[in-house]
């Protein structure tokens, strides 16, 4: 006689446990808190879960989740030894003791008690972390950059899509109410026709140079081929693991990417709704000038902005103009447009309001305000900028089929080679 393995998840334990009781008919006091009668939530109805390579932005992300009820911190993977243990430190002091740390988050991902993962690594890992955290049934908040090439920004809206899961970029600036209010002066025709958007990004260069190679540490206090994960090998250095990989193009897709996930996000979305991206691509020396087919311009500048904080963004009409950044504050070009203005007390910095939303979507399972779709077009055209930066001339870009037009190198460039044994 063979005998099936039976594995009890928490809710499945809590839903045998109720219908066992009414049977028993045995008297039970049950904790208000349990019942979520005291403005806590039941723990049937908590979202469980853990974190992937949490440090610097991910520490704060993961502080404005464990400040809503309704999530329950329970395990924390990072090749890092010390940044495992820090962060399971923090979570037990909340939550007490059991948070699980894994060296390997492929160690982590099979445990069907893991509703949500936070994905807070460096830049190389996030569209191959978010794809296996997808195909394990988890819904995923995930910092940006959300992909390092056009083809991992296909691969990432794909899968979610195929998996069915919630996804939630990190270009929180989508639920932050003072660039919600510029991207409504222009979806309502109060600025008039639009004329040309402007993202604030940084010097596109990277550099393609190693760091000396120093001796690798244990791979208990650091996994450095897990911490290099797809990107091609190179030897250990010390200040790669400290967070100092920006600038390196094998870690990075380049100031246009770093700043543009955000606010070429936003005049995208302003521009055209997420509908579609621009056609045409000319580079200029510290950034890019991009066209749409109806004319629209989208001009991606490191200077000339008007110090309303980093991250700004510029939407300009026939009949009016409007400036924003991440104090909060807007600059408009009438006092009518002014008249219209609201206090806001929300940096763009904050997660806060993105986290709600990031929870709203795993309860109604409707699309997040940073979905995979939205984040996977206008990283394309951060990349797209980025490529025809390198290359020095105009490329056009055939959005349907996301290729460049007769520019076979350019079309190269759309993808970058996996190491072993890594594939999206």
Known sequence: MSHQR?????????????????????????????????GAVAPSERIALAGLGIGGRGNYVLDCM????????????????SRREAVQQKAEKKYGPGVAMYRDFREMLPRQDIDAVLIATGDRWHTMASICVAKAGKDIYCEKPCSM??????????????????????????????FLFATELCHSGKLGKLTTVHANTLAPATNHDWLPGEPEPTMDEC???????????????????QGRWRGFFD????????????????????????????????????GCVATYENGLKLVMREEGWMGLGTCSVRYEGED???????????????????????????????????????????????PAHSNAE?????????????IAWQLGRPLKLDPAKVEFINDAEANRMRSRALRDPWRI
């Open 66 to 81: 464990m400040d809503e009820p309704i999530f329950q911190f329970i395990a924390i993977a990072d090749p890092q030894k």
């Open 374 to 386: 939205v984040v996977a077009t206008s990283h394309i055209i951060c990349h797209a900028a980025y």
């Open 251 to 286: 870690f990075h897709g380049g100031g246009i990417l770093e700043w543009g996930a955000h606010t070429v996000d936003q005049c995208n979305w302003a521009a055209v709704n997420d509908q579609t991206m621009p056609v045409l691509y000319e580079p200029t020396p510290t």
């Open 223 to 241: 996994d450095w081929n897990l911490w290099l994960g797809p990107t091609p090998w190179r030897p250990y250095n010390q200040q790669y693991v």
């Open 149 to 178: 090439t056009i083809e991992e920004s296909q691969a990432l809206a794909d899968t979610m899509r195929r998996y069915g899961r919630i996804y939630q970029a990190g270009t929180q600036r989508r639920s932050v109410a003072n």
């Open 6 to 38: 039976v594995t009890y998840t928490r809710r499945r334990f809590l839903s045998t446990a109720a219908k066992g009781s009414a049977l028993l008919a045995v008297p039970m006091i049950v904790p208000a808190r349990a019942l979520g009668l005291d």
């Open 320 to 366: 009016g103009w409007v400036e924003t950044g991440d104090t909060g504050r807007l600059e408009m070009s009438s006092s009518q447009l002014r008249s219209e203005q609201r206090s806001y007390s929300e940096v763009g910095t904050s997660a806060v309001s993105h986290v709600k939303n990031f929870i709203e979507a795993i309860k109604t399972r409707k």
